[in-house]
């Protein structure tokens, strides 16, 4: 296949059946788990875990393909901003995501458990329904949903780990420095400290975890709080784990000496979503843990 | 240049697309991995009206018990079950995916691409469908039955689903990756592939409806998807986001639920608006009327959406300032949308029209959706609507805008553009007669739901008093005999699929002026292999037939 960069034609790839191969993985992975939540857990856990291997292996697969691709040239200029327009538009759907979950945090913070309280025209919901209870943050509920809890203090780990994070930033661009460059070695040094650091935010926040179900009694049952906290942190978490393991891929590739000074959107992509990782982590700092 | 520098997809090239000739799997594999956007806008739009069948079951199902006041065919639970699968299909299966269809085979014709900007995973956003369909279908027959909650899923009363719940819930999930990949590949190949000369404000307005809807489609899919799945935590990993005993709040869901519901009731009729703004001016032989402002509409449409929510949800309880602030938010959407109305109007005024059957729908959608429009005015009165809510009359004020409008402008866009997918013409004389039955036994399905529900009748219930008695016969009497002239649409249509009907031109209709008239009909596998020069097929020709009328008509006048 001769070489196509030239900006005025259309890349259009051959048929394939990654896509179709990706959703038989999807569909096995959630019936599995709905199979699970439903208790039928022998035909659940095989499910959900065949299925889960398999879309691991799907993504491998397709996105080997995309480097093979890209490596060998096929892609034109026309194509490199079909990527960016795409990674942006995939982020601003992943902020909506997280909005709905910072939109039922403010809900609660805000409107609900005011209301439970009795404000404004809820004075009846109080006197009936929730007599003596009163409005604060943290709160369970009137109903003390999982038993008394303290929270995580912001000023410990989570301001380490806002550190961490704000620091691998810092560190991610200067592997984008030396990609630009077309210092290779420098660029890989600088993406594996971006790993380190990954690696560090979600050891800790492991950490953070266990002393919440151990000690602190602070669980996914612990009201409204619990639900936002480890929902919001939960799904946070989850995004910095593809984070790390996109940034390692791309530590390998650099170190292979893929990519060059001016073509190297594989990088910036993934670049782009530590750093939207990065600010969902400031927003969950400021309004989970410090206000 | 060669073509096997442009396309990776040289095997089909030479040779065009693999036939059931060429033995069946060869051929099934080919629709399985297609990355091509007429195979997949084909696929979509098979499987859009395999819904809608499906989905019409359903809906004939929920008529029948409601023939006469009483119990007669189904449980209390299985109606309840049919009007959410109902919903669900037909928005999410049927309305969607037709309009995804549409796109995809026009969008790239139309501004000049060779195809969508992703191809494998425009593939990919096509195959979850069934899938995910099959999965959503299944819950019927689980322990619990389906879900029985309405499409809304307001919880408490959705926890109380039995083992459908998760099914239910992943399936929208799926759905929702479905809708957001197949936006992203929209969106970009319209800001990416354009051809050189079409800037935005040159681009036909299916693809600026088109452009503004996979917007709404990415802000709000995701919302929809969080909801769901606070919902699913609720049930089974204790959470209490809508749980007052924890701090919770079921109304919570609702305002969640109405951000993502309301933006998505505009992701349902932004394309209808785009289709009909280009069937009218075909068939009028007049460019159309405040082409910017239409533009401006839509935006202006759009961003409202974003902000009128809780209009569903007048009764629930909120402060008179929300009241206030979401009545009048969503009375100003009667502004841009009246744009848009009258722009067609005069667009038609004066012009030389002439009725074939693209034509037909496009007149029978502006003059029922504005019906819909009005009586949604109606329900943004917040004190009227403490009367309307959940009654027939919102029923027939959603069915208003969603069948003559959202499908009405499907069932346009198919006849319009079916002679450039298949390269014959459909039977005129049968798509009359489909549009005669459809246009009449719509308004007799839905026209006395408004009676019944200002009376008083509430949706969702399978028996009624019998004071309702006449007018629901009637609507039921009317909901069959359009399921049934329908079938003349698929024969049509199938006919045509089957290549047999006259043979069609390339410009197909003479006051076409779309760049997807300048290629020949059928549409070549792969049409445009570089960005074309011309982007439209200049007026002049048309103006003077235009002219010549005008001439008669000044003639007539002396």
């Known amino acids: 296949m001769s070489q196509n960069s030239t900006a005025d034609t259309y890349y259009v790839p051959a048929g394939s059946s990654w896509p179709f191969l990706m959703t038989i993985a999807l569909v096995i992975f959630v019936s599995g788990f709905g199979h699970m939540l439903n208790e039928d857990m022998s035909f659940g856990r095989i499910a959900f875990f065949t299925g889960l291997g398999f879309i691991i292996v799907m993504t491998f697969v397709w996105l080997r393909g995309v480097i093979h691709e890209s490596e060998s040239g096929k892609y ?18 992943e902020v909506m995501f997280f909005g709905a979950f910072f939109g039922a945090l403010f809900y609660a913070r805000i409107l609900s458990v005011p209301w439970v309280a009795g404000a404004g025209p809820e004075l009846m919901t109080n006197e009936v329904l929730w ?101 919001l942190t939960g799904f946070h978490g989850m995004h910095v784990t593809l984070g790390t393991i996109m940034l390692i891929i791309i530590m390998f590739r650099c170190a292979k000496g893929h990519f060059t000074e001016d073509r190297h959107f594989g990088f910036e992509g993934v670049a782009w979503y530590w750093h939207f990782v990065d600010v969902v982590w400031i927003g969950l700092f400021i309004f989970v843990y410090v206000v | 240049m060669s073509h096997a520098d442009t396309h990776d997809a040289h095997d089909d090239h030479h040779h065009g697309p693999v036939t059931l000739k060429d033995g069946f799997v060869p051929w099934a594999l080919r629709w399985i991995g297609t990355t091509n956007h007429k195979d997949l806008g084909t696929l979509y739009l098979i499987f859009a009206f395999t819904m809608f069948f499906i989905g019409g079951v359903m809906s004939l199902i929920i008529r029948a018990e409601l023939f006469q006041p009483g119990m007669q065919l189904v449980s209390p639970e299985f109606f309840n079950s049919m009007t959410t699968m109902h919903a669900l299909v037909m928005i999410f299966g049927g309305v969607m995916p037709g309009f995804v269809g549409l796109a995809n085979w026009m969008v790239p014709l139309m501004i000049g691409a060779g195809d969508l900007a992703l191809p494998r995973v425009n593939n990919w ?15 019927l027959f689980m322990d619990g039955g389906g879900p029985a909650s309405g499409w809304t899923m307001y919880p408490p009363l959705v926890l109380q689903t039995g083992d459908a719940l998760p099914f239910v819930i992943f399936a929208i999930h799926l ?100 289709i009909v703004s280009t069937i009218i001016p075909t068939f009028a032989r007049k ?42 938010a969503t009375m100003l959407i009667a502004v841009p949308t009246g744009v848009k109305v009258f722009n067609w109007i005069a667009t038609m005024w004066r012009g030389s029209m002439t009725f074939e059957t693209p034509m037909l729908f496009a007149v029978g959608f502006v003059f029922l959706f504005t019906i819909g429009g009005f009586s949604g005015l109606m329900l943004a009165i917040a004190p009227a609507d403490f009367q309307y809510h959940d009654s027939y009359f919102v029923v027939a004020h959603f069915h208003y805008v969603l069948v003559p409008g959202a499908v009405f402008s499907i069932i346009a866009g198919v006849y319009y553009w079916i ?39 509430p949706r969702r219930i399978p028996d009624y008093n019998g004071q309702f008695a006449d ?69 002049d020709e048309l103006t003077a037939v235009h002219d010549e009328f005008d001439a008669l008509d000044g003639h007539k006048l002396t």
């Open chain 1, 76 to 93: 034109n200029m026309q194509v490199d901003r079909t990527y960016r327009w795409s990674m942006g538009w995939f982020i601003f759907s």
């Open chain 1, 131 to 231: 007599k003596g209870f009163e409005a604060v943050w943290p709160t369970n509920g009137p109903a003390d949903m999982g038993g008394e809890f303290s929270t995580i203090p912001a000023w410990g780990v989570p301001f380490l780990n806002t550190l961490i994070l704000l620091t691998s930033g810092v560190t991610c661009t200067f592997a984008h420095h030396g990609l630009k460059e077309g210092n290779h070695r420098k660029a890989t040094i600088w993406l594996a400290a971006t790993v380190a650091l990954g690696c560090g935010f979600l050891f800790f926040q492991a950490e953070e975890y266990i002393e919440a179900y151990s000690h602190l009694n602070l669980t996914l049952e612990s009201g409204i709080y619990g639900s936002t906290f480890f929902m």
């Open chain 2, 125 to 139: 956003g096509f195959w979850i469908l069934p899938f995910a369909f099959t999965l959503l279908l299944s819950t």
């Open chain 2, 175 to 274: 759905m929702g990756i479905s809708s957001i990949t197949g936006a992203i590949n929209v969106i970009v190949t319209i800001l990416n592939l354009r051809a050189p000369s079409m800037t935005l404000l040159k681009m036909p307005l299916f693809v600026w409806t088109w452009l503004i809807t996979a917007y709404l489609l990415i802000a709000v899919m995701p919302v929809l998807a969080g909801a769901v799945t606070m919902l699913l935590t609720d049930r089974y990993f204790g959470t209490s986001f809508f749980t007052a005993a924890g701090g919770g709040d079921p109304v919570m869901f609702q305002h969640i639920f109405w951000f993502f519901g309301h933006p998505e009731v505009y992701i349902l009729i932004l394309p209808a608006f785009g």
């Open chain 2, 287 to 328: 460019a159309l009327f405040g082409y910017d402002s239409m533009v401006y509409a839509t935006a202006s449409i759009a961003f409202l959406s974003f902000i009128v929510w809780a209009h569903h949800m007048f009764t629930v309880g909120m402060p008179v300032a929300g009241e206030l602030f979401f009545m009048f």
């Open chain 2, 419 to 457: 002679p450039k997918w298949t390269g014959v013409m459909y039977s005129e004389f049968w798509g009359k007669v489909h549009f005669w039955l459809s246009a009449i036994f719509i308004n007799v399905t839905f026209f006395p739901q408004h009676f019944v529900g200002l009376a008083g009748m």
């Open chain 2, 471 to 539: 007018f629901n016969w009637i609507s039921t009497v009317g909901a069959f005999a359009f399921f049934l002239a329908q079938f003349i649409f698929i024969f049509n249509m199938m006919r045509c699929m089957a290549r047999k009907g006259e043979k069609a031109t390339d410009r197909v209709w003479e006051g076409a002026h779309g760049l997807e008239w300048t290629v020949p009909s059928p549409a070549p596998y792969h049409t445009f292999e570089v960005p074309p020069e011309q982007i439209s097929i200049p007026e």
